[in-house]
Nanobody, 125 residues
Framework: QVQLVESGGGLVQAGDSLRLSCAAS????????MGWFRQAPGKEHEFVGI????????NYADSVKGRFTISRDNGKNTVYLQMNSLKPEDTALYYC??????????????????WGQGTQVTVSS
């Protein structure tokens, strides 16, 4: 499995921006996509978005569409989550994860096989 390390979280005010990074320990051609999830205290993991590793095609949850953007740098084996117009309800622990399957349920945690440790994002009102 590939190791993933997230960074870039922090405490910001509503309306601010943050960029999270997810660095993979090595390039693996078996990765189909990388997803971002978040988990607020007392809540289930919530799908945020996903990027196809080779094509760069992205898909987002309705709750973040238009505010969050996922991009990748294949040369650095790194995926980014640019978060703009942050809201207090975006407060959560953010995780990146990889999947090798194109047929998995990619908006659920069950579709992923490697996870990072998470980075905390706190948005104050």
């Amino acid at each position: 499995q590939v190791q993933l390390v997230e960074s870039g979280g922090g405490l910001v005010q509503a309306g601010d921006s943050l960029r999270l990074s997810c660095a993979a320990s090595r390039r693996t051609f078996s990765i189909y996509a990388m997803g971002w999830f978040r988990q607020a205290p007392g809540k289930e993991h919530e799908f945020v978005g996903i990027i196809n590793w080779s094509s760069g095609i992205t898909n987002y949850a309705d709750s973040v569409k238009g505010r969050f953007t996922i991009s990748r740098d294949n040369g650095k084996n790194t995926v980014y989550l640019q978060m703009n117009s942050l809201k207090p309800e975006d407060t959560a622990l953010y995780y990146c994860a990889t999947t090798r399957s194109s047929t998995a349920a990619l908006t659920t945690t069950a579709g992923y096989d490697s996870w990072g440790q998470g980075t905390q994002v706190t948005v104050s009102s």
